[in-house]
């Protein structure tokens, strides 16, 4: 095997699990250390970098850096990540001034962007500062997309929505509320430098089975209820509600539909649970809120007496599973009518963009998605983009920040005259966290301390308004326990190989027997040595050794950090450093003339 | 926060022995000798055998006598009987206890001044009885502990860290097994896993006194140039003669290597030692020629290493002696003390 390339600022970025799965890469060890030490508004600020909505994050994102955590080798569960960016969104201090400014002057250039969610807002973020004029469109009369018409105020509430967008309207930005774009053409003739489409995905899918037409006032799209509910629109339910579908969107819909007086609130499935596409935590805090969930029922029909709904018609399925889990066969055993008052349906969104023409110049696929490049979020119509949900569909928060920030760099580059693809590179630096005989830079000794459990408010206290936050965020004493659980995997093992006298002594040390000295072999053989059974993770292998001319291998998979190697090392040969990790947004872009 | 304590954690695929035990629950304390010393390899290297030979920790006797090498007990299968004795002394309180209790696995670990400096006398006698036990000789050319000075295994000419070259010649232990009548004697380097584990299983294993001389740098006070302990001397004159695999009972040899290659061993315990020639015809089981091979290594300075000599027919001190296999502790006091007049009927037929 071939001596790894430590220099790849992809090698050591990806041992940093957590970070390596976000997608927009935020600095979690880095932050959870900032968190250790009290600075909290230091630790909100350095997640602001990268996902500009800590506090949002800290309570909804899709967390997943969470199942990528390294915390999961030795141990069920994950450093409770999220939580923790709470915990500095919490107990910040006022850092407005802090952020960056609404610039002097403008340069010149105007940006349009359609839709007010996440996307737009990132985008807006990174552009604005730096000069540019950007206007947002938005066709409801409040800001935030989904973040706001979809995602309960009982699991983000309003005022820190507000806040973190106020944050970004404050460098400058014009928003339209009640500002539709109805016409893609007409924007494009009113002069705009770039034009970046933000507009989500926002057709929920409906459900065409007989009775539908009848009972229409009683089947609801799931998206659009919550949107209704959100801006007061709605503001009752039937005693008996069923909820079609398991993804996020039902247990929003589930447990909105309890606030609103539903009595009994039956989740269907047409799958087993492994199946489920809802996140664990969220099917876990509405079955704590008493949702049944029924699974293996297909629906079949909506039953409706005297023009009015009274219950569906589901199939029961039945399902051979082979080893993998993977559905081989399925069969309809029976039937069943389930009583309700109301059906909402939660079977996913779409893109829809009929205010796009034809003639715009943006090229759609057959399943009438855009076309829309991966890296630059450029559509095939020169200077205008996508992003977020409207880019590739619906996926999340997160995803629509890190897509923000990419297009705005293209953006950047637009408007500038540069070429979108020169890109600057990532880097990485190194520095020795040694500070003396068993003393590093950081807490390098493993905690065993379980996972602390997220306080909910009591279910007796939760139903009585639709916007009581559930969970009540981290103690003090949750906070000290849950940061040490991080092993800080930016905390890196740099090995020089000129330096090891092959006395084993790291070998014996490392608690996880990760590492190994080896006459060098093919990767496969060397794996089997350290048990390095995960494809995900590098195996680490060095140059030859100068004693016996084998090789120092590790398996990056299981490596706790613990630095036990390095300060067992009589000669250094194995250092703990810390990989810092420098991306780059719109601001630090070197344009081709400066490269 | 800082530590310096190995954690006691469960990877996820972490594979069991036959007891059902990890790797790690072959380890003890966590070492205090210095970092980088050879003698944590070969201790970890004696916890892997352990390990795989699924032994329970509870069926075995750790005895030292003194030096940094004589601490190591303490740093693997904390679970096992151990007793730290007297420099160079370990031999025969190690002898009286293989007397008592032939049932449980032996294991002595010693340094090359404990062994060959103070108790020569010891070691020579241990041998010469053919006590069944693994005797580790952790020989780094120096007292560690005292900080340095030159052994009875330090080679002419070898230079101290700071000071002269050695002017006495060196006892190699190998040689002076084969001449008091230890039955199975290797040779080996703490920085050779692969030939020192197998070796390993294969000591515990044989019937008689089996004694590893395990080269195993002092990094404080013999890893210099000028040293013929230190790693990169080891390295550089290692030579391998013959290795040895245990292959338990159970298991049947493998025809993985050419014809002739192959040498099995029959043990008491129905399994087997495979060696394997790595230099010419030298066959292990020929004590005339493991002598020459011995004094032929020495005069080309090479570090001669493998299983130089095996021979399991020699009948080991309690076969010698005939006692029985029972344990003193499981003998019943009657039986053990028949009494005053069974006693002076014994003495009657020496009168
Ligand atoms: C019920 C539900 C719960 C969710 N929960 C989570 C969660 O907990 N965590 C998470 O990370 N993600 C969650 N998501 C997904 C997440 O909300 C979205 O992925 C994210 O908001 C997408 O951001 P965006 O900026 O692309 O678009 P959106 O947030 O959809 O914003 C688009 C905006 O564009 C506006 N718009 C649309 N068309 C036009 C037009 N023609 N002119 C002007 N304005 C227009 C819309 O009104 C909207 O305000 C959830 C989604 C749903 C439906
Ligand atoms: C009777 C007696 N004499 C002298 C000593 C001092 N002493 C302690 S350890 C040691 C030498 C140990 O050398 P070695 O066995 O090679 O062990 P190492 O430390 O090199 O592993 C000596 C001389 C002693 N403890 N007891
Ligand atoms: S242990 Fe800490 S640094 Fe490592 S993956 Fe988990 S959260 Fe990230
Ligand atoms: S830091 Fe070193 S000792 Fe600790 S787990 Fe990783 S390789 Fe092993
Ligand atoms: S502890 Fe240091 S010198 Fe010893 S084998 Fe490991 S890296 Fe090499
Ligand atoms: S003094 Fe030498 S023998 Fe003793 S622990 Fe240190 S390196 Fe090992
Ligand atoms: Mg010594």
């Not at chain 1, 050591?12 to 932050?31: E, G, I």
């Not at chain 1, 247990?251 to 087993?272: E, F, W, Y």
């Not at chain 1, 076309?371 to 949900?389: H, N, P």
């Not at chain 2, 990169?232 to 245990?246: G, I, L, N, R």
């Amino acid at each position: 095997m071939k001596p790894t390339d430590i220099k790849d600022p992809d090698y050591f970025h990806k041992v940093v699990d957590c970070q390596w799965a976000c997608p927009a890469h935020t600095p979690v060890p880095a932050y959870i250390r900032l968190i250790a030490q009290g600075r909290y508004s230091d630790a909100y600020l350095l997640n602001r970098d990268s996902n500009v909505f800590p506090g949002i994050l800290g309570r909804v994102c899709d967390r997943p850096c969470e199942p990528a955590c390294r915390r999961t080798r030795v141990e069920e569960e994950p450093v409770a990540i999220c939580r923790l960016k709470r915990v500095a969104a919490d107990h910040r201090d006022d850092i407005t001034d802090r952020l960056p400014k609404k610039p002097e002057n403008s340069n010149g250039k105007r940006i349009a962007l359609i839709g007010a969610g996440p996307a737009s807002f990132t985008v807006a973020n990174d552009l604005a500062p730096m000069g540019y004029e950007c206007t947002i469109f938005e066709k409801l009369d409040k800001p935030g997309g989904l973040m706001r018409s979809n995602i309960p105020a009982f699991r983000l509430p309003e005022d820190v929505l507000n806040e973190e967008l106020g944050y970004i309207l404050q460098m400058g930005v014009d928003l339209k509320l009640g500002h539709p774009v109805g016409s893609m053409q007409e924007l494009q003739d009113q002069g705009f430098d770039a034009i970046f489409v933000g507009t989500g995905a926002p057709k929920g899918k409906n459900l065409n089975l007989p009775g539908r037409d009848e009972a229409a006032g009683n089947i609801h799209i799931g998206i659009d209820w919550l949107e209704s509910v959100a801006f007061d629109h709605i503001e009752t339910i039937g005693e008996t509600v069923l909820i079609i579908g398991v993804g996020n969107t039902a247990m929003d819909c589930c447990r909105t539909s309890l606030r609103l007086g539903a009595k009994a609130v039956k989740v269907m499935a047409r799958k087993p649970r492994a199946f489920f596409k809802a996140s664990e935590w969220e099917l876990e805090d509405a079955e704590e809120e008493d949702i049944a969930i029924t699974v293996n029922h297909s629906p079949k029909a909506f039953v409706t007496e005297s023009g009015k709904l009274v219950g569906m018609l589901f199939e029961l399925m039945d399902y051979d599973l082979d080893d993998s889990g993977r559905i081989t066969e399925q069969r309809v055993t029976g039937e069943v009518m389930i009583p309700c008052d109301d059906v909402i349906l939660a079977i996913g969104q779409e893109n829809a963009f009929p205010w796009i023409e034809k003639e715009a110049g943006i090229t759609f696929d057959k399943w009438d998605v855009p076309v829309i490049d991966e890296q630059t979020f450029e559509s095939t119509r020169k200077g205008v983009f996508f992003g977020g949900d409207a880019a590739f569909g619906p996926k999340n928060i997160i995803w629509a920040v890190e897509h923000g920030h990419q297009a705005a760099i293209s953006i950047h580059k637009h408007c500038q005259g540069d070429d979108l693809t020169a890109r600057t590179a990532d880097y990485i630096e190194l520095e020795s966290t040694k500070m003396g005989m068993s003393e590093w830079r950081y807490s390098n000794a493993y905690d065993a301390s379980d996972r602390r459990q997220m306080e909910h408010i009591a279910l007796v206290d939760r139903f009585r308004k639709l916007d009581i936050e559930v969970e009540l965020g981290f103690t003090p004493e949750q906070i000290a326990t849950e940061v040490e659980r991080c092993l800080n995997c930016d905390m890196q093992t740099v090995f020089d190989a000129p330096l090891c006298t092959e006395c084993d002594a790291c070998i014996d040390i490392c608690p996880v027997a990760c590492l190994s000295i080896t006459p060098n072999a093919p990767e496969a053989d060397l794996r089997a040595i350290v048990q390095a059974a995960s494809a995900d993770q590098a195996l680490f292998t060095s140059t030859e050794l100068p004693l016996s001319g084998r090789v120092m291998i590790k398996d990056e998979n299981t490596c706790l950090h613990c630095g036990l190697c390095a300060e067992r090392c009589p000669t250094a040969a194995w250092d703990m450093q810390e990989g810092k990790l420098t991306i780059h947004y719109a601001h630090d872009q070197k344009l081709s003339a400066e490269q | 926060m800082t530590s310096f304590v190995k954690p006691k954690i469960r990877r996820k695929n972490e594979p069991v022995n036959a007891l059902n035990k990890v790797r790690a629950d072959y380890d003890g304390t966590a070492s205090t000798l210095c970092a980088g010393c050879g003698h944590d390899s070969v201790t970890a290297s004696l916890a892997r055998a352990f390990y795989e030979l699924s032994i329970d920790p509870q069926q075995v006797v750790k005895v030292s006598g003194i030096g940094c090498s004589s601490k190591s007990p303490t740093y693997f299968m904390s679970d096992a009987h151990a007793a730290n004795t007297v420099h160079g002394r370990m031999p025969a309180f190690a002898t009286g206890a293989i007397a008592a209790n032939s049932a449980l696995t032996y294991i002595g670990i010693s340094g090359d001044g404990d062994s060959l400096s103070i108790g020569l006398g010891q070691l020579a006698h241990a041998m010469r009885r053919n006590v069944d036990m693994l005797y580790m000789l952790y020989n780094n050319g120096v007292y560690g502990l005292t900080k340095g000075q030159f052994s009875a295994s330090a080679d002419l000419g070898s230079t101290a860290k700071k000071g002269p070259a050695n002017e006495l010649p060196p006892i190699d232990p190998a040689a002076l097994a084969l001449s008091v009548g230890a039955t199975f004697i290797a040779r080996s380097f703490s920085g050779d896993r692969e030939q020192l584990v197998p070796l390993i299983k294969a000591g515990l294993k044989h019937k008689g006194f089996a004694l590893i001389d395990v080269i195993s740098p002092c990094v404080a006070f013999n890893d210099h140039k000028g040293s013929t302990k230190s790693y990169a001397h080891t390295y550089q004159y290692y030579h391998k003669a013959v290795h040895a695999d245990y292959v338990p009972p159970s298991e049947e040899i493998m025809t993985a290597y050419g014809e002739g290659e192959l040498m099995p061993v029959e043990l008491h315990d129905g399994g087997t030692i495979r060696l394997r020639k790595l230099d010419g015809e030298y066959d292990p089981r020929d004590r005339a020629a493991a002598f020459a091979k011995v004094l032929d290594g020495q005069d080309k300075d090479e570090i001669l290493t493998g299983l130089l000599y095996i021979n399991e027919d020699q009948p080991d001190m309690h076969a010698r002696k005939n006692t029985g296999p029972r344990p003193l502790n499981q003998i019943p006091y009657a039986e053990l003390n028949p009494g005053a007049e069974k006693l002076a009927a014994l003495q009657m037929t020496m009168r």
